[in-house]
């Protein structure tokens, strides 16, 4: 129990001084404004865990929100509703190789102004995030924040999308990435509270 607790107050202390670009400088309390999980997650059927409801991506969104108070917004599409592993496979690589930009809804709709760091998560589709992250990337600015990302994948680590972020948004203030096998999101959530801890 003290564990969790010391965890919760290491990981809450990420938003009272996540909007700080130089880690030594001393923020102003009433300066600070609120953190914010954008998260794309993919439901169905994934990789090593087969058919599931809630995508694994979600459930890390799930957790950082529950251990830090954060807010969230989730990139929705339907394109890739229904679709088995292998095909969706496919249709991402074919995304990656055209450099397409799928269509999304962002729910809610939240103001970014509203937000000094955003968590950025995704799976790694092909070596970094799906194409309709980067619809996200080319629809919103987010320059001038902090910006944690993180991944579900199933061998892929991050990938190269911290360096997809950094150029994204080469104003903001982009920290090291975080990373977890999709098929222990739902038995291994020490793995998010220890990378929480450690901010």
Known sequence: MKHKFL???????VCISCSAQNPNEKMVNDKMKKCLVVFFSHA??????????????KIVADY???????????IVTHKYDGMAYTPLTNLAQDEQN?????????VPNVDFSQYDTVFIGGPVWWGTYPQVMFTFFDRYDLNGKTIYPFTTHEGSGLGSCVNDVRRAYPNASVQKGFSIYGHEVRTNKTKVENWLKGL
């Not at 965890?7 to 202390?13: G, I, Q, S, V």
């Not at 059927?45 to 995508?55: A, L, P, R, T």
């Not at 950082?64 to 989730?74: K, P």
């Open 44 to 57: 169905g059927e994934n990789y090593s865990v087969g058919n599931i409801k809630v995508g694994n991506t």
């Open 98 to 106: 055209n450099d397409e930009r799928p269509d999304f809804e962002l």
């Open 7 to 13: 965890t919760l107050l290491a990981a809450m202390a």
């Open 64 to 74: 950082i929100s529950e251990l830090i108070g954060a807010d969230q917004a989730e």
